[in-house]
């Protein structure tokens, strides 16, 4: 199992941009396939972006793709959402995840950060 701890959230105004960062302990980093989720009060975890073992890469279909990128350094034991061009509905906690295969399911990412707050403003 994979021990996540994410960073990088905060509040910023519509248009600007972020980067989140995962780091990961624990071993075989480079086995696992990284996602990024998005939580808010009144939706469950949503599916942002997920990248694989050797950089395959999975988006979302709203309006994700072209403005969010994500990455992965294996020998750094770390995976990274460039944010940009961010948007209020771009607000939530985002949760960094590891999972056995290339996915979108929640329920298929079996390790799970604490979650970092990213704050949209109009």
């Known amino acids: 199992q994979v021990q996540l701890v994410e960073s990088g959230g905060g509040l910023v105004q519509a248009g600007e941009s972020l980067s989140l960062s995962c780091a990961a302990s624990?071993?075989?980093?480079?086995?696992?396939?990284m996602g990024w989720f998005r939580q808010t009060p009144r939706e469950e975890r949503q599916f942002v972006a997920a990248?694989?073992?050797?950089?395959?890469?999975?988006y979302s279909t709203d309006s994700v793709p072209g403005r969010f990128t994500i990455s992965r350094d294996n020998a750094k034991k770390m995976v990274y959402l460039q944010m940009n061009s961010l948007k209020p509905e771009d607000t939530g906690v985002y949760y960094c995840?590891?999972?056995?295969?290339?996915?979108?399911?929640?329920?298929?990412?079996?390790?799970w950060g604490q979650g970092t707050q990213v704050t949209v403003s109009s």
């Open positions: 990248i694989g073992r050797s950089g395959e890469i999975l």
């Open positions: 995840a590891a999972a056995p295969h290339l996915t979108r399911a929640a329920e298929d990412f079996g390790s």
């Open positions: 624990g071993r075989a980093f480079s086995a696992y396939v």
